[in-house]
């Protein structure tokens, strides 16, 4: 079933950048940006729970892959809201932004209405804890880099930061969404050492559950 671009809890968090990347976005650019990327990783797990769902309701052990994309998709849209109203707010009354706005708050509509009509009472019998689990790839097959309206690569990414401290930025994993640029790692808690590597929307990141 497909779904319009949608996206933990509820503090996000944009991590600094590597070297390479482009300049350093306004604040307010940034708020948007995060939260475009938020909506991005909600559609796309909404996308592959219902790709994947099978039965009516949730059996628990048998559906269990299922129910952690459930799971997932719940802990991505937590973390939308906040991001369109922390956005929202930033725009003030910038004419530029409202195009973006409006079309974020169509997607935290249309999240929230598959999510309470069709994901949450399928999930209900499987309660799930999340573990980490890579990221969701493209929406079309063949497709390794994604572009946005102005032909631009895509380089900003919602992950869920389960625990240990995630790199660059030295910033603790606590069950949160972290938006991240250039890529992203997972660690035990000391200061940063580890590569960032290449991450996708949805990614969950875990130092204690690899």
Known sequence: MALGLIALCCVILTLPALAARAPRPARH???LEDAEAIARATARS????????????CRPGADAAVAFEAARARALLAALGPAVDTAAAAQGA???????LRALSAQLR????????????WARPCPTRLSAAPGLGPPEPGVDQELDGAGQPITDVAIIALDGVICPGDLPGQGQVLVVRGGACVQAPEPCRCA????????VLSWRRR
Not at 196 to 203: D, K, L, N, T
Request: proline share 14%; aromatic share 4%.
């Open 196 to 203: 960032p590597a290449p991450v996708r929307p949805g990614e």
């Open 29 to 31: 650019t940034r708020l």
């Open 46 to 57: 909404q996308n592959r729970w219902a790709a994947t769902v099978r039965s009516p309701r």
């Open 94 to 100: 910038s004419v530029e932004a409202a195009p973006r």
């Open 110 to 121: 249309t999240a929230r209405s598959f999510a309470a009509e069709r994901v949450e009472p």
